[in-house]
């Protein structure tokens, strides 16, 4: 009964016109930071910090989260637009999300994934505040063998649900692997595939491997047909936002089963 109080007293500290306030203007700083390709959650977080030096504790953290949630979908809006993913985790919008852009759709896309992210952030916030202690301690009995079932379960499901054919995606998994290796070895301290470069210590960034293999491929393929950035309007309205709300229901089960395995990751 204590724990649920505090969790009603926080609602009531957020459930203000100044907080709600500042819960939308860091939504949209956060929209912002997540288009612009390589900046990320973090990193925008970590720029806009001076915004919040003469704000409250509540009020400061409360923006922060708001600008790092909103980068979470910020990143979808160019990758259904334009195929260029804005953050790592919105690589996986380019597969359907594009695709419904060329179809005419994207306003649906846009919903769906807005919607979607809503759903997903929603369910992980109410695991992680009233399940953290199990999970914490489900989470430590995690060991190597556990781990290594983990990708080889990942780098199968690569395989077998794969659309292109099956040797291209080992071969661009091995590829994968292979850029991963380069850098220090944070376990052992060994160095790898360095060649001697001090550049190289820290790895390739794996932001950076992505926009450059997704977006400097579309962007170099539009210069080569047309010579402009080629992009997908999306005009968003109430009825195009009911109609995907509407059908979203019937995929609950995707929406439940994705949420959890986002928690689980």
């Known amino acids: 009964m204590e724990a649920f109080g505090l969790l009603l ?3 009531s500290v957020l459930l203000t016109w100044k907080i709600l306030a500042l ?14 390709p390589g900046l990320g959650g973090p990193n925008g977080v970590a720029i806009l910090l001076p ?3 003469s704000m409250d504790p509540t009020s400061a953290i409360v923006m922060l989260s708001c600008i ?6 910020g990143g979808a809006i160019t990758s259904i637009l334009f195929n260029i ?19 005419g759709r994207a306003a649906e896309a846009l919903t769906a994934a807005f919607t979607s992210s809503f759903i997903g952030s929603l369910v992980a916030v109410m695991l992680i505040t009233f399940l953290a202690p199990m999970i914490s301690t489900f989470a430590l009995k995690f ?19 794969g659309r292109e054919a099956k040797h291209k995606t080992v071969i661009s998994m091995s590829l994968g692997l292979l850029i ?4 220090m070895d944070t376990v052992s301290g060994n160095l790898r595939m360095t060649f001697g470069s001090p550049d190289l210590l820290r790895g390739i960034n794996f932001l950076v491997a992505v926009i450059g293999l997704f977006g400097i491929s579309e962007i170099l393929l539009t210069m080569e047909e047309r010579l402009a950035l080629r992009g997908h309007a999306a005009k968003i309205n109430l009825r195009t936002i009911w109609a995907v709300w509407t059908d979203l229901p019937r995929y ?14």
């Open 68 to 73: 790092y949630w909103g980068a979470l979908f």
């Open 23 to 36: 819960m939308m203007f860091g939504l949209v700083l956060g929209i912002f930071v997540g288009v612009l």
């Open 143 to 161: 060991g190597p063998p556990e781990f290594f079932a983990v990708y080889l379960l990942t780098f199968c499901s690569f395989v077998g649900l």
């Open 252 to 265: 609950w089960a995707t929406l439940l089963r994705s949420s959890v395995i986002g928690c689980w990751l």
């Open 51 to 53: 915004l919040t030096f």
């Open 180 to 183: 991963a290796g380069i850098g």
């Open 9 to 11: 007293h926080g609602f």
């Open 85 to 103: 993913p804005g953050e790592a985790w919105s690589v996986a919008t380019t597969f359907d999300g594009y695709p419904m852009a060329q179809q």
